[in-house]
C-alpha cells in the first residue's frame, strides 16, 4: 500500500546549525506535500507545505524540497533555535483523490543550547 | 482562524466499555478525519468522512466505527474498549481543493484499563 518513510527518527543539532529531514513517498499520484510540526502536548501545527508543480519553497528559516522523479521531499531548518525542538511529520496527498494524508513516522529533533 | 476541538483532552475507560470521542470544527469544512498517534509509528488514519453522513475507512478502522450526522461534528466511536486502544486521538478538519491543509484538534489521550 502507499507509505511514507520519514528519516531519521532523532536528530540532535547545536543551537545555530542546520537540520534536514527526509521523507520518500510510494504513490506517485502524490501531489502535495505538508510537514507539521508538533511541540510537546500539543496538536500538529502545519509549517509549510509544496505542491508537485514547485521544486522548492522557502518560509524565512525553513525550507522545503520536493525531488518528484525520486519521490522524495526534506525539511530544511537553518540557524536551528531550542524554540525549534518539537516532533516534526512529513505527508504526502494526492488531491485528485481522497485528500487524506499519509504521514511519515515522525522526527523528534532536539535543539541543544 | 480556524478552530477544532475535542470533546475531552484526557479519557479513562474500562475494557469492554463503548466510548464516544467527540469532534466539532467551525470552519464549515467538508472533509474530518481522525487519526490515533503512537511513539514510533506517526499518525494512523483511522476513518476520515467528506461529507455529512459518508465514511471511508482509513487504515485501521477494525475496532472503530464513526458518524457524521452534522457537517461540523464527527464523532469516533469505540464499541467495546480494549487494553491496545489506547493512544491519543487526533481529529482533523479540511477544505477539499481549497488548501488541503489539515487543522487538527488539542487531542484526546485515551487510556484503557
Known amino acids: 500500500g502507499e507509505n511514507v518513510e520519514q528519516h531519521p527518527s532523532t536528530l540532535s543539532v547545536q543551537e545555530g546549525d542546520s537540520a534536514v529531514i527526509k521523507c520518500t513517498y510510494s504513490?506517485?499520484?502524490?501531489?502535495?506535500f505538508p510537514w507539521y510540526k508538533q511541540e510537546l502536548g500539543k496538536r500538529p501545527q502545519l509549517i509549510i507545505d509544496i505542491r508537485s508543480n514547485v521544486g522548492e519553497k522557502k518560509d524565512q528559516r525553513i525550507a522545503v524540497t520536493l525531488n518528484k522523479t525520486a519521490k522524495h521531499f526534506s525539511l530544511h531548518i537553518t540557524e536551528t533555535q531550542p524554540e525549534d525542538s518539537a516532533v516534526y511529520f512529513c505527508a504526502a496527498s494526492s488531491t485528485s483523490g481522497t485528500y487524506k494524508y499519509i504521514f511519515g513516522t515522525g522526527t523528534r529533533l532536539k535543539v541543544l543550547a | 482562524d480556524v478552530k477544532v476541538t475535542q470533546s475531552s483532552r484526557y479519557l479513562v475507560k474500562r475494557t469492554g466499555e463503548k466510548v464516544f470521542l467527540e469532534c466539532v470544527q467551525d470552519m464549515d469544512h467538508e472533509n474530518m478525519f481522525w487519526y490515533r498517534q503512537d511513539p514510533g509509528l506517526g499518525l494512523r488514519l483511522i476513518y476520515f468522512?467528506?461529507?455529512?453522513?459518508?465514511?471511508e475507512k482509513g487504515d485501521i478502522p477494525e475496532g472503530y466505527s464513526v458518524s457524521r450526522e452534522k457537517k461540523e461534528r464527527f464523532s469516533l466511536i469505540l464499541e467495546s474498549a480494549s487494553t491496545n486502544q489506547t493512544s491519543m486521538y487526533l481529529c482533523?478538519?479540511?477544505?477539499?481543493?481549497?488548501?488541503?491543509?489539515?487543522?487538527f484538534g488539542p487531542g484526546t489521550r485515551l487510556t484503557v484499563l
Open positions: 504513490d506517485s499520484a502524490s501531489n502535495y
Open positions: 482533523a478538519s479540511s477544505i477539499p481543493g481549497l488548501t488541503d491543509t489539515q487543522y
Open positions: 468522512s467528506y461529507d455529512v453522513k459518508m465514511k
